[in-house]
């Protein structure tokens, strides 16, 4: 798994490999040199080819100048315009460019204009993941300049910043990043991910322990799930208890179900208003349907114990989707907070645990099995009082921490929280997946690997990764215009087939993500 940092831990571990007896030039040099493997490779070799480089006098720059001397030793002709003089290691980088036939000139735009015409590739080394605010003066019109070319940005494109992902002001856009050492926060969340390109992470020799923050891959998912055993049955495999659905929203409840099917569950036990059952007999013809008592074409709160005999034999209870607000809403789901259960709570679900929540804030900290809420950001307000800032995977941590329980903030680039800490960053996935009714096909995949066994964290933020590879092989099959919830159950054989192929990557120089969409 990819392990994502914070520009300050990323700074902890740089200074403890340096104080552990590597030289910050050494470092410098090794990130330099994988920055010039990649531009190599863009390039498509060395011969008759350009590159400009565009320097700050930070780190970031030392990293130019030394990508600049790798390229020109390679025989590339490197030009690089500097927009201050740097000090410390950058400073010692930049004397090793001037003595290796690197042409070094004042930063002036119609230098660079006239320059990067002519060039195949532009370094961005302006600002590195510390940067925060709006780039100013030539930074800003160094960052502006470089937006009509191809750009590889060297660790974050400049003007994003790396600990949420954000750019108020002039940001790069890169075709390709070079992460060093590890991927950082503002590489994984939106908008700075949305401007890296396709990235590649470099392992120059820092070692990093103390990550809180992964990127899962299909290798992951692979490894936390279940095995199938040759002589295995439906309650063995596991069992899925769901209520969920109301007069005039079957719908949610059917995505839910069906999804949980394709995922796997061994047996799902739907349960519904009894007004609506007709819809579900030849909607959901896998699933056993259990009328449940209603009113007004909504769930009452003895529906849960009339659930209780089938959910004897369930390992998870799903909640929610389509199940309409209102009291009696708050009151079906206080009592499956009572069921001896792990549960997954989303939709009119969460709306109604908010109400619960408001006497009894302690409630989901204290249950004997864990809890799994899958808010969008709207429904993260109910839950904590606020709309998720910018920096999504501390709002989903915080969260987890408030509430005691797992969270998997929705969205683009959807973060799991668990409730000591950890959090996954989901990139798959694309736009065409923003369809009413993709939630509920969330919420079943979840639940489902959840009574298989997976754990609430695990069967979170793998669940999310199997959604969003769905509806990836949707997209790339039909078109992500044309993306609907019911498509993505149908894709989720052939997300299991790819996961299935993974293979563990080892280099020391790796794309580990494709260009977000």
Same mark, same amino acid.
């Given at each position: 798994?990819?392990? %994502? ?6 700074r902890?571990?740089?200074?403890a ?5 590597? $030289?910050?030039?050494?470092l410098?040099?090794?990130? *330099?040199?994988?920055?010039? %493997?990649?531009a190599?490779?863009? =390039? ?8 400009v ?30 927009l ?18 690197? @042409? !070094? ?45 191809r ?18 002001? /002039? ?50 998912? &692979?490894?936390?799930?279940?095995? !199938? ?47 609506? &059952? ?8 896998? *699933? ?10 909504? #769930? ?32 079906? +789901? ?7 259960? $792990? #549960?997954? !709570?989303?939709?009119?679900? =969460?709306?109604? #645990?908010?109400?619960? &929540? @408001? ?5 989901l ?8 809420l ?21 709002? /989903? @941590? ?26 996954? +960053?989901?990139?798959?996935?694309? $736009?065409?997946? /923003?369809?009413g ?6 919420t ?5 690997? #959840? ?7 695990a ?15 949707? *997209? ?5 215009r ?8 149908r /894709?989720?054989?052939?997300a299991?087939?790819i996961?299935?192929?993974?293979t ?14």
């Amino acid at each position: 798994m990819e392990p %994502v940092l914070t520009p300050e831990e990323m700074r902890a571990a740089d200074e403890a490999c340096i104080a552990a007896g590597t $030289p910050g030039t050494e470092l410098m040099d090794r990130a *330099a040199h994988a920055c010039a %493997v990649t531009a190599l490779r863009i =390039l498509g070799g060395a011969y008759g080819r350009r590159v400009v480089v565009v320097a700050g006098k930070g780190n970031n720059g030392g990293d130019g100048y030394g990508c600049a001397r790798h390229l020109a030793q390679a025989g590339v002709r490197a030009t690089v315009f500097m927009l201050d003089e740097p000090s410390g290691d950058a400073a010692v980088h930049l004397e090793r460019a001037r003595r290796s036939h690197v @042409r !070094i000139e004042r930063w002036s735009r119609e230098g660079f204009a006239r320059e990067a015409t002519r060039s195949d590739l532009v370094v961005d080394a302006v600002f590195g993941t510390g940067f925060r605010g709006e780039p100013e003066g030539v930074a800003r019109e160094a960052i502006e300049a470089m937006s009509a070319q191809r750009v590889l940005a060297v660790d974050i494109p400049s003007g994003v910043n790396g600990t949420d992902g954000s750019a108020p002001g /002039a940001a790069v856009d890169a075709a390709v990043t070079v992460a060093i050492q590890a991927l950082k926060v503002g590489h994984v969340t939106p908008p700075g991910a949305f401007r890296c390109g396709r990235i590649d992470v470099a392992d120059i020799g820092i070692p990093v322990h103390d990550a809180r923050t992964f990127v899962p891959g299909p290798r992951d998912v &692979l490894g936390v799930l279940p095995e !199938i055993k040759p002589d295995t049955h439906k309650y063995e495999v596991g069992a899925l208890g769901v209520i969920a659905g109301s007069a005039g929203m079957t719908g949610a409840a059917m995505l839910t179900a069906t999804a949980a099917i394709r995922a796997g569950a061994g047996l799902v036990v739907l349960g519904v208003p009894s007004s609506t &059952l007709e819809v579900f007999e030849s909607g959901v013809v896998e *699933a056993i349907k259990v009328p449940l008592p209603e009113a007004e074409g909504q #769930l009452e709160a003895k529906a849960v114990d009339e659930m209780a005999d089938r959910l004897q034999r369930c390992r998870a209870l799903a909640i929610g989707p389509g199940m309409g607000r209102g009291p009696r809403a708050v009151a079906v +789901v206080r009592c499956a907070l009572d069921v001896d259960l $792990p #549960l997954v !709570i989303d939709g009119d679900g =969460l709306w109604a #645990l908010a109400e619960i &929540l @408001r006497d009894e804030p302690d409630l989901l900290r204290n249950r004997p099995h864990e809890t799994v809420l899958t808010p969008h950001g709207g429904e993260y307000a109910f839950l904590t009082g606020e709309r998720p800032p910018a920096d999504r995977v501390s709002a /989903a @941590r915080d969260a987890a921490l408030e509430l005691g329980a797992v969270v998997h903030l929705k969205g683009r680039r959807a973060v799991t929280a668990s409730r000591e800490g950890g959090t996954w +960053v989901n990139t798959s996935g694309n $736009p065409g997946a /923003a369809t009413g009714g993709t939630g509920d096909v969330l919420t079943g995949i979840v639940a489902s690997l #959840l009574a298989q066994g997976c754990g609430g964290v695990a069967s979170t933020w793998a669940g999310a990764y199997l959604h969003g590879l769905a509806s990836d092989i949707v *997209a790339a099959r039909s078109g992500a215009r044309s993306l609907a919830a019911s498509d993505l159950p149908r /894709a989720l054989g052939a997300a299991f087939k790819i996961v299935g192929r993974s293979t563990p990557r080892r280099a020391r120089l790796r794309t580990v993500l494709e260009p977000a969409r």
